[in-house]
């Protein structure tokens, strides 16, 4: 069983910058893809950005292209989520996600492993 685990979220100002980062763990991690959801009050769950760590490929939404970066450590089992210009409609729960996907999927029931979230507040 994958487990994810969340942390770096908080206060950030409007045009400014936070990472998160997602420690993974489990067996056969390098099977997996990561991702990072977000789900804002009182809207769905949505897809950010991926990376397939047997190779580093990314894919990201077409939202947050040029202003998020995921990477990934593998040997040290971290995924991390660079959020740059932030404005305040992108206040949300910030998920890290995997599964054995074969390809990058944008909906959230494709992905078996959810962590618990970290809350990102871009005040107005």
């Known amino acids: 069983q994958i487990q994810l685990v969340e942390s770096g979220g908080g206060l950030v100002q409007p045009g400014g910058s936070l990472r998160l980062s997602c420690a993974v763990s489990?067996?056969?991690?390098?099977?997996?893809?990561l991702a990072w959801f977000r789900q804002a009050p009182g809207k769905e769950r949505m897809f950010l950005a991926g990376i397939r760590w047997s190779d580093g490929t990314t894919s990201y939404a077409f939202s947050v292209k040029g202003r998020f970066i995921i990477s990934g450590d593998y040997a040290r089992k971290v995924v991390n989520l660079e959020l740059k210009n932030m404005k305040a409609e992108e206040t949300a729960v910030y998920y890290c996600?995997?599964?054995?996907?074969?390809?990058?999927?944008?909906?959230?029931?494709?992905?078996?492993?959810w962590g618990k979230g970290t809350q990102v507040t871009v005040p107005e």
């Open positions: 489990g067996p056969s991690l390098s099977m997996y893809r």
């Open positions: 996600v995997a599964s054995n996907l074969k390809v990058t999927v944008i909906s959230p029931p494709n992905w078996a492993n």
